[in-house]
Each structure stands twice: as structure tokens, then as C-alpha cells.
């Protein structure tokens, strides 16, 4: 049954049917048949508050599945097979079955900053892999027309190669996770491993690598995140939220000397990127006052056409935020003032949407620079359901929080309505550079993508696994190859629709149809 709430207020746990009339007791406890309407797993469904031995069987038949063990879960998802086969998972539809690409493209531009949209389609334009990145809602339309196991968690939506990194943890020390969220939502898991599996296919491709290496690599990272859900499916829900991938500690476990030089350099440079050196970089002193460095179109200060009623309306707005924030955090935010703020093009598919910094100081003068980014509906709710969150920055919040091992501890969300940044749109807050760091694959070399690509297949695994339930994912997929197999051939039919999609894009920007500006 769907989530309710009870008299407790408390949502209810999604239900299952086991099937009556199967003399194998075996059969008997794996067996888990879901209604038509609901998914194997559901994320919004709340801990049962009730003892485990309890609930093994209730007089209406049916089983609660967070309260069944490991391999009474695993099973049920091996039973999910026979419905969906995991063959399935190589199909892509055909192009008669295909809405346009670039009416998909072209739909977004609704609603952004109409002089930001020519940066939007050129930065698209730059290759097939930007192409790919920029087309998230391409991807989750044609995702919607191929066989779906069902089997539910929180997505991170856009999980393909550029989209994982590293960044300081409460701690400062450097973690490997999944980094962007703006599409996060409920949906099939597979179609994260599909956008992941996709985007590394397309990236070998880019780099000039044999079809050998490009299948080779795209088929290590299916492997790596079957391999790695394996594992964390024998964790305890507990320890899963304080597992995490150390940047320390993969660099160690690298056998190739070349690759760990890299993998160092990497992470010494992420290291240095914090607010210091976003000050240094994006601001300068005038008349005694930092302020942001203002470079149009790409940084653009509101300072000088703010009106003092305006400013009321951002100081409501920062306020807002702050609230949603725990309260050590908002203790924290109190030592500082807001100083300047600025429009900031950041991204690929991005660009257009509104995304601003702002600069704010201490008493003292030591800065905190933060990042608000206009969020809107995720590419995927036309097809996984609308959010449950009334705003699109909680929407993105709360999945990030849900994912990640560790986030920003800045990380909250607010509603502005008003004039000065674009009418009334909710945003997400978070700091600007915090230790970020991400790997340039178009430098990588064959073994180094296969590497690297492993590493992000493992940090989905386990972002999976702490929202979602490992164990019917883990017994759908199997503990052989074919899941690896049929991933790898959607994902190497799907860079040759891809390669189309660019290449239209392309045309119709060469044509005059789409406006593009490649210069920045």
C-alpha cells in the first residue's frame, strides 16, 4: 500500500503481498509480490516501529520488507527478474519512439536568463560529452520508454562522470562522493548506473580510446558499483551512514605509480580551494572595501542597482535560509555580514538558471563566500512523480543529505519573490569552494578513466545504499556479470544516440536555428 499516515502522524512503511498457496517454505518467505501501484522500495516510507521478530508475518498476509532479513530481501528482488529481465537493461528506444532531443533542449531555455541561453548552447556544443552532461532531461525521457525494475530509492539524477569529486567533510579531511544534486528525486535505480555507465562510454569516446578500451572501462564501472553494493549491503544501516570513500585512502590503494602522482596532485589543488582562495580570486579591495570582482557576463555585482527596499527583500530572503539551518549552524552564521553579492555563470547545463555568491566577512574581516543556485523542477519528475517537498532548494536538500556521507554544513534552502535576482524562485545555499576537486578525464589515459570510473561506480553504490534498499537491489542484479553486460550495451548504443543528439545541436546551431556564443 501507498504511505499513509497513521495516528501517530508518522508515515507507514510500503507493504508487500506474499503469496499464498507455495508449499516450498522457501518460497514462502521470498516471495514478496508488490501491488501494481507500488514499488519494491519506496524512500519516503518511514522506520516500522515495530520489533523486527514481531513482524515476520501479519494476519492480512503481507510483509513488512524493512523488518525481513538480508536474504529474505535479497530473494525478493531476484524474483523482480522474472518480470524484468535484467537483459532488458541493454534496450534504448528507437527513434520513432524518441521525443526530439532538441525540442527537450530548447524546452529548458523557458524561464532562464534569455542572455545566459547562447553560453548554454555553446558550452553544449563543445563536445559530445558536454552535449551529454547539459541533457540530463534527454536521458530521463528516454528512460521512461525502456523496461524499469521499479525498485525505488532517492536518485541523484544527473550521476554522470563530471558530477562526482572531492570535498572537505565537517572534519577537513577530503571525501570521494556524488557532488551535484539539482535533479535529485525518488526513481528506478537503474537509471542512475544507466546516466553514470552512459557518460563514461561517451568520455572514452571523447578521449580517442579503441572501442576495446571505451567497453572495457564502462563495463569496470557497472562491475564497480555491483561490487561495491555487495558490500555495503553486508553493513548495517548505521555503519552505512558513517562509511565514507577518503581521498587519502583511495590515493593509497592505487597500484600505478602515475596514476597516484595524478590523484595527488588532484587532491592537493582541492585542498587549497576554499574561501580564501575564492576571495583571492574573485574579489579585490576599492575604497577600503572588498567587494566581488565584477566581469560581465560571467560575474555581475548587484551592488550599484539595488534599491534600499531591495535590500530588505535579500536580507528576508538570506533570513529565510538561515532558518533552515541547525542550530550550531546558525550560531556560526552570526559572527558574519553580508558584504556583496553577485550573479556567477557556473557550469554546463546550468547556465541560464540563476546562480549567485555572496560575499560575507567577520568582524574581523575573515570571509565566507557562499553559493545560492536557483532550483526548479527536477528533469525527472515528468516521469518518476512530482517532489513531495512544496520547494525545489528543500527538494535538493533533502536528497543531498539523504545521498552524500557527508555534506556542506552550510547546505540549507529559501524562497525569494521579489525583483533583483529574477522574480519568485526557490534556491539552494551552499559554500562556494570547500575543498572541491574533480578530475579532468579528458586528460586521462585508458587505464586512469578505468580507475577512476571504478571509484565513481563504487561512491554511487553506497550513496544507493544508504537511501535505498541494498539487498533487493543486490539480489535483482545478481552476482554474475549479466547486469554489467546490459548496462554496458545500453550505454554503448546510447553514445551513438547521443553523438546523433550533438550533432543535430550542432547543425541547428550552425543553421542559425539555436543561438550560441562559444567565447566563454
Known amino acids: 500500500r ?55 508475518k501479519r494476519n492480512d498476509n503481507s510483509l513488512l520488507i524493512h523488518e525481513a532479513p538480508r536474504r529474505t530481501r535479497r530473494e525478493a528482488g531476484a524474483l523482480r527478474r522474472a518480470d524484468v529481465p535484467i537483459e532488458s537493461h541493454a534496450e534504448v528506444p528507437s527513434s520513432a ?42 536521458l530521463a525521457s528516454d528512460l521512461s520508454m525502456v523496461p524499469s525494475s521499479n525498485i525505488r530509492l532517492q536518485l541523484c539524477g544527473d550521476a554522470h562522470l563530471s558530477n562526482f569529486g572531492a570535498f572537505f567533510g565537517p572534519d577537513r579531511r577530503l571525501v570521494f562522493d556524488l557532488n551535484d544534486f539539482d535533479e535529485t528525486l525518488p526513481g528506478p535505480f537503474e537509471w ?47 555503519e552505512l551512514q558513517y562509511h565514507r570513500l577518503e581521498v587519502e ?14 590523484a595527488s596532485g588532484n587532491s592537493a589543488r582541492a585542498a587549497k580551494r576554499n574561501s580564501l582562495r575564492a576571495v583571492a580570486k574573485l574579489t579585490h579591495i576599492v575604497d577600503g572595501r572588498r567587494q566581488i570582482i565584477d566581469d560581465p557576463p560571467l560575474v555581475h555585482r548587484l551592488d550599484n542597482i539595488l534599491l534600499p527596499e531591495q535590500l530588505v527583500e535579500l536580507e528576508e530572503f538570506f533570513r529565510r535560509y538561515v532558518e533552515t539551518l541547525p542550530t550550531h549552524r546558525r550560531h556560526v552564521l552570526r559572527h558574519y555580514a553580508v558584504v556583496d553579492v553577485a550573479h556567477k555563470i557556473v557550469g554546463v547545463g546550468s547556465v541560464g538558471t540563476r546562480c549567485l555568491i555572496i560575499l560575507l566577512e567577520s568582524g574581523d574581516g575573515e570571509p565566507l563566500v557562499l553559493q545560492f543556485k536557483e532550483a526548479g523542477a527536477s528533469v525527472l519528475e515528468p516521469f518518476c512523480g512530482a517532489s513531495e517537498y512544496e520547494f525545489a532548494g528543500e527538494r535538493v536538500v533533502q536528497g543531498q543529505r539523504m545521498m552524500q556521507t557527508m555534506g556542506d554544513i552550510f547546505l540549507g534552502w529559501s524562497h525569494y519573490h521579489g525583483e533583483i535576482v529574477g522574480g519568485s524562485n526557490d534556491y539552494y545555499f551552499r559554500q562556494l569552494w570547500d575543498g572541491k576537486g574533480s578530475v579532468d578525464t579528458s586528460a586521462a589515459t585508458p ?3 578505468k580507475v577512476y570510473a571504478r571509484m565513481c561506480g563504487a561512491a554511487l553504490a553506497f550513496a544507493h545504499a544508504r537511501c535505498g534498499d541494498a539487498s533487493i537491489i543486490r539480489g535483482y542484479m545478481g552476482d554474475d556479470s549479466t547486469f554489467d553486460d546490459a548496462v554496458t550495451e545500453f550505454a554503448r548504443t546510447y553514445a551513438d544516440v547521443n553523438e546523433a543528439d550533438f550533432t543535430a545541436h550542432a547543425a541547428a546551431i550552425a543553421d542559425g536555428t539555436i543561438e550560441a556564443r562559444f567565447d566563454l
Not at 249 to 262: A, G, M, Y
Open 192 to 238: 542512475d548506473v544507466k546516466r553514470l555507465a552512459a557518460s563514461v562510454m561517451i568520455a572514452c569516446r571523447h578521449n580517442g580510446f579503441i572501442e576495446a578500451d571505451c567497453v572495457r572501462t564502462t563495463r569496470a564501472t557497472v562491475r564497480g558499483y555491483r561490487k561495491q553494493l555487495a558490500d555495503a549491503e553486508q553493513r548495517g544501516p548505521l
Open 447 to 449: 587505464n586512469g578513466m
Open 249 to 262: 585512502q583511495l590515493i593509497s590503494e592505487l597500484s600505478d605509480k602515475r596514476n597516484r602522482k595524478l
Open 97 to 138: 519512439q524518441r521525443r526530439s532531443a532538441l525540442d527537450t533542449i530548447v524546452g529548458q531555455d523557458d524561464g532562464r536568463l534569455p542572455q545566459l541561453i547562447p553560453i548554454r548552447h555553446g558550452r553544449m556544443a563543445a563536445s559530445a560529452f558536454a552535449f551529454f552532461r547539459g541533457a540530463a532531461a534527454v
Open 2 to 56: 501507498r504511505p499513509s499516515a497513521g495516528t501517530s502522524g508518522i508515515p507507514t512503511c510500503t507493504t508487500v503481498t506474499i503469496a499464498s498457496g507455495v508449499r516450498n517454505s522457501r518460497a514462502r518467505a521470498c516471495r514478496l509480490i508488490a501491488t501494481h501501484r507500488t514499488p519494491l522500495y519506496d524512500p519516503r516510507c518511514s522506520v516500522p516501529l515495530r520489533r523486527p521478530e514481531a513482524a515476520v
